[in-house]
């Protein structure tokens, strides 16, 4: 019983790990994406607000 404790524990050890790559990988795909993304909006009022506010 304590040995599939133990290959259960290191499988599910690993996975967290891997999980936080994936996290971290995501965060940084969506960053790459919403940055560019954000500022393009961003510029997009600017000059909406001056062709129509003056």
Do not use: C, D, H, I
């Amino acid at each position: 019983m304590s040995e599939r404790s133990e290959r259960t524990n290191q499988q599910s050890g690993s996975r967290s790990g891997e999980g936080r790559v994936v996290s971290a990988r995501l965060a940084v795909a969506w960053a790459l994406v919403g940055v560019p993304l954000a500022y393009g909006v961003y510029q997009t009022l600017v000059k909406a607000s001056s062709l129509f506010g003056g």
